[in-house]
């Protein structure tokens, strides 16, 4: 078996995810295992050096560790698509690490080494967003807006990063919540004023929203979630509903939706949400991929989550 330890140095603060490779080199030493570590130079190298490996070498007997926050997962995932039987995992050294909260409410258990692994693979749906791949939620109207606007305040002096979130939230909601869209899912057209829609595979996302608590990442289906247009007057409410997953509370603001496919159509280039990644388009197709991977969660996750939600997952 190789394991291939895939770090982002740029990942938590003050570097904590390169402060880990002493922990990796001192376990799999100790163990003696066949391991390998690279690390990611730029934006996109995790995809790069993931598929440049399988291309060479194929999936037999291979795991891929992302380490670092939900983007260098995303980068694995994008560079082990297509590959039948790629097995990835992440060790959450990142700011957000949120994927995994799908898994458990415990995301250190990922940071056990050896419990990770010797752990077990469960197979997950991929989102496809044109030539993008997400594992966990894609998003489009206000949420997207707050993080596409937030590093204009991060350049300011003395501005950290709960102030420029809180400036970027601000700035946002006076220019308006709501904007009208296009929208269709799996065909059906609802076209509205929307304040958020999310196609969601995970259940957390934006450092700990519980924006989708019902999504199983292995059942074969996206969760839909349309938020309608709000006064600012109601957003306070509803934005508490939506971060605690507390969506049946509002059924006249928010719609559930399990499908396969949502189209949007805007009137200028939005900032769109790729699993927390932002890119700038006027019109968005998030659909359940037919490509599939191999997450490796810890054995003690496994159990736990498998018994919580009723349906074992083993490949």
Request: aromatic share 8%.
């Given at each position: ?17 390169e402060r880990f490779v002493p922990a990796i080199d001192d376990y799999c030493g ?286």
């Amino acid at each position: 078996m190789k394991h291939i330890f895939i770090i982002n140095p740029a990942a938590g603060k003050k570097g904590g995810a390169e402060r880990f490779v002493p922990a990796i080199d001192d376990y799999c030493g100790r163990e003696g295992l066949d391991y390998e570590i690279a690390r990611t130079e730029r934006p996109g190298h995790g995809a790069e050096l993931t598929k440049v490996f399988l291309e060479k070498h194929g999936v037999a007997d291979a795991r891929f560790y992302a380490c670092g926050g939900d983007g260098t997962l995303n980068e694995v995932a994008n560079g082990a698509a297509g590959h039948d039987g790629a097995v990835i995992s992440h060790i959450p050294l990142g700011s957000g690490n949120d994927f995994i909260k799908t898994f458990t409410g415990r995301p250190a258990e990922f940071l056990d080494i050896g419990g990770l692994v010797s752990g077990l693979p469960v197979e997950c749906d991929m989102i496809k967003c044109g030539d993008k791949y997400a594992v966990n939620i894609c998003s489009v109207g206000l949420d997207a807006r707050v993080a596409a606007r937030m590093p204009v305040y991060k350049k300011l002096p003395l501005i950290n990063g709960s102030a420029a979130y809180n400036l970027s939230v601000i700035h946002n909601l006076m220019m308006g919540i709501s904007r009208k869209l296009r929208v269709s899912v799996d065909s059906v057209c609802l076209d509205g004023d929307y304040t958020l829609l999310i196609a969601a595979n995970g259940r957390f996302y934006g450092g700990g929203f519980n924006a989708m608590p019902d999504a199983m990442p292995g059942d074969g289906l996206l969760e839909f979630l349309l938020v309608k247009g709000v006064s600012r007057l109601r957003a306070a409410s509803v934005v508490g509903a939506f971060k605690a997953g507390r969506y049946k509370e509002m059924p006249d603001i928010m719609r559930r939706i399990s499908g396969k496919r949502m189209e949007l159509v805007m009137d200028k280039p939005w900032p769109v949400n790729i699993d927390g990644e932002i890119v700038y388009k006027d019109s968005v197709t998030f659909e359940l991929s037919d490509k599939k991977f191999k997450f490796l969660i810890p054995a003690a996750v496994y159990n736990t989550f498998t018994r919580r939600n009723g349906m074992p997952l083993e490949v």
